[in-house]
């Protein structure tokens, strides 16, 4: 090729060595943008970020957690009295429970206590730390039961969507029957046979009074819905070239479906976790106000809805707290799971 018929660039990429072409530097001198490929991971952070309310929804819910696990010791140690303490003094004249910034006598330190947001009912404990605990303890059920929902769920839909035939026969028959199930009247009977034993079991404290009950109960009826989600998204991936691919160069079945099959299931996997821990909190909230859920004198925002509607003409607020807590945790948890299914879709806008 003669000088006269080359490109600048290409005359200079002649003269300096085709290895040194594409260098930064020499891109620059010659006038050329330097494009940079953005990553998957990337992409989903940029579209992700432009959502302000999917932002501001995970900068409350880690908000929340903080309030309910620091913020709640902490509010203990300021205020002088745990979430149970019964203040027989916390009553007006009318037998109403008092209302925020109150000050009552803890006869068990002899001190003066502040009820922030006043007394929860007939017993007159601290609404404002019972909030803080019972969101605690719903936290507990939703996230974990999401745990083992997701985990469940996501192992059946995979194996029944990689090897069909009588392995995706046995998953939706088990699909069926679960679905058919009378989940109410299962919780009933587990509440009124072996729930007393199970609300014992708390790990050392660590959870809350009831909470294995409800995970236990959650994942039984719960694991079935990502089942179906992830057995069709497997359904049609198996079909894949990269899957034929991996098949021919020998890989284990094991191997495909976690080195192959898993990383195009995250997306799938992160929504509808988002989601589901939602619906955990309202099928908490809807147990305990029921009275077979989380159990008192453990706080959970089920129960303490529960005793509210005795007083919502002379005192509103004690169903505003926990409404209040519930509505927007639910709502924050909806807007980011529709802000990250936004954010894995390729065709989102950047």
Do not use: C
């Amino acid at each position: 090729m003669s000088t006269t018929s080359q490109t600048p660039d290409e005359r200079l990429g002649r003269e300096i060595g085709d290895g040194d072409f594409a260098t930064p530097d020499l891109a620059a001198a010659s006038g050329q943008v330097e494009v940079r490929a953005r990553g998957y991971w990337e992409q989903v952070w940029r579209r992700f970020r432009r959502d302000r309310v999917a932002v501001a929804s995970i900068v409350f819910l880690v908000l929340l957690v903080i309030a309910v696990y620091p913020g709640a010791w902490i509010a203990q140690k300021l205020v002088g009295h745990g979430p149970n303490t019964i203040f027989p003094d916390a009553l007006d004249d009318g037998l109403l429970p008092v209302g925020p910034w109150s000050h009552v006598q803890n006869f068990e330190t002899g001190k003066t206590d502040l009820l922030v947001l006043g007394a929860d009912g007939s017993l007159g404990r601290d609404e404002f730390l019972r909030l803080l605990y019972g969101g605690r303890v719903s936290l507990q059920v939703a996230l974990i039961s999401t745990f083992f929902v997701m985990l469940i769920g996501v192992t059946m839909g995979a194996v029944a969507g990689y090897y069909r035939g009588w392995v995706d026969t046995i998953v939706a028959r088990l699909t069926e029957i679960t679905m058919a199930f009378p989940a109410l009247l299962f919780i009933i009977a587990l509440a009124s046979t072996a729930g007393s034993r199970l609300n014992q079991i708390t790990l050392g404290g660590t959870l809350g009074e009831g909470v294995v009950t409800l995970v236990l109960v959650f994942t039984i009826f719960g694991w079935f819905y990502p089942a179906r989600i992830i057995r069709a998204k497997v359904f049609s991936l198996r079909e894949k070239e990269f899957i034929e691919a991996a098949l021919m160069t020998g890989a284990s079945d094991a191997r495909i479906i976690r080195s192959h099959l898993l990383p195009h299931l995250i997306a799938p996997i992160i929504v509808y976790s988002t989601l589901i821990v939602a619906s955990f909190i309202l099928s908490e909230a809807a147990l305990s106000f029921l009275g077979i859920g989380i159990q008192l004198p453990t706080a959970s925002w089920g129960n303490l809805l529960s005793d509210a509607p005795n007083y919502y003409t002379t005192v509103p607020l004690l169903m505003l707290w926990p409404g209040l807590a519930v509505v927007f945790t639910t709502l924050a948890f909806n807007l980011l799971g529709d802000g990250l299914r936004d954010a894995f879709d390729p065709r989102s806008r950047l």
